[in-house]
């Protein structure tokens, strides 16, 4: 896996590595990150390659939509650091092409939420259908943030991991059976 949102970078990732992470650069309609996500693969096709597509999401699920919005307003807009913000995005943008300063100022309130990462803010049916939509526009795995890590990853798992598997985009974990070690072979 590697990261790269420059033309150079997206060239490297395309070419050579078998899943590629990236940051959806249109947040506003998942239309514009389906066409940076067809580009990529079309740019591995190109290469004689297929590519996966890996991005980072934040969760804020709450039992009701409002409780979820609230929380992500108070932890971002109300006890948020906006200024370092300002600071990693300043350096963010010296040091990649990935998003031009235009779309790293619209994206500030993300990188305070999840580094950036793309919002699923809501009901656990909610995030469900969402993680559905990154699916079907041919995102294939993310990697997951949350405030409070620890309780939230219970939450998940509880609430949203059986919503995935019902809509068939995780399958059930099962354990592995354990087996009895071999008896060792005596050398004749």
Request: glycine share 8%.
């Amino acid at each position: 896996m590697n990261a790269g949102g420059s033309p150079a970078a997206q060239d490297f990732t395309t070419r050579y590595c078998d899943m590629n992470f990236v940051i959806l650069k249109d947040r506003t309609f998942l239309e514009g990150a389906q066409k940076q996500i067809a580009h990529l693969k079309s740019m591995a096709r190109s290469h004689g390659r297929e590519t996966r597509i890996w991005i980072h999401v934040y969760v804020v699920c709450r039992g009701t939509e409002k409780e979820a919005k609230d929380y992500l307003h108070r932890y971002v807009y109300e006890q948020g650091d906006w200024e370092a913000a300002g600071n990693l995005l300043r350096i963010f943008g010296l040091q990649t092409e990935t998003l031009d300063n235009k779309t790293l100022e619209s994206h500030k309130a993300h990188f305070i939420a999840g580094h950036g990462g793309y919002p699923l803010v809501g009901t656990a049916e909610q995030i469900a259908a969402e993680l559905c939509k990154l699916a079907d526009i041919g995102v294939d795995g993310c990697l997951i943030s949350w405030v409070d890590y620890k309780s939230e990853l219970k939450q998940w798992n509880a609430e949203v991991l059986p919503l995935l598997e019902q809509a068939g985009l995780r399958q059930p974990f099962r354990p592995a059976k354990k087996t009895k070690p071999k008896a060792p072979v005596e050398a004749k």
